[in-house]
């Protein structure tokens, strides 16, 4: 029993000793994630019903528009009643695309279609689309974030038109 004792109070007195030597925990807390780029919501919000609102008046009431950052967080999403399912995601989808490339989805498409490994590569993401409606938004030269148009016949013409609409107001 004396022997117990004694090595437990010798634990108890040499952690203190070796605790003082060592350095302080760091800070627990995550360091902040910095906000990504892009439109306000405001903007993206007034992008995207541009854009629905050129559609329906080239007789497509049955578009969408999406709005993303430049993180490829969805910022605004609006569609018309009516709209399918198909037509929302494939305007996320093209916003992404666009981002994630680095050029609208429409000049993509092209290069699908001379570039088979670049057509396989599209293929093989179901999240990836190179049809007309995706464009970039740009602070000068830096892409801040992307508009998607789908469910229409006009998609790129539709998402050009909600761009120019907030272009310069960042």
Known sequence: MLKISFALV????????????????PDARPAPIPAARGPSLELAAEAARVAIDTCAANGEQ???????????????LLAYDGTSQRGVQSSTN?????LSFKTETSQ????????KA?????????KLNVRPGGVLIKSGDEI????????GKTDEECALAGLRKIQGKF
């Open 108 to 115: 993509l498409g092209e290069r699908a279609k001379n570039d």
């Open 144 to 151: 801040i974030g992307a508009i998607g148009v789908g469910g």
């Open 62 to 76: 049955k578009t969408a528009a999406s709005v993303v950052d430049s993180a490829g967080i969805l910022k605004a």
């Open 94 to 98: 093209k916003a992404v695309t666009a």
């Open 10 to 25: 010798a634990m108890l007195t040499a952690v203190p000793a070796f605790a003082a030597d060592a350095p302080p925990l």
């Open 118 to 126: 670049f057509a396989d590569q599209i293929a093989a993401d179901a």
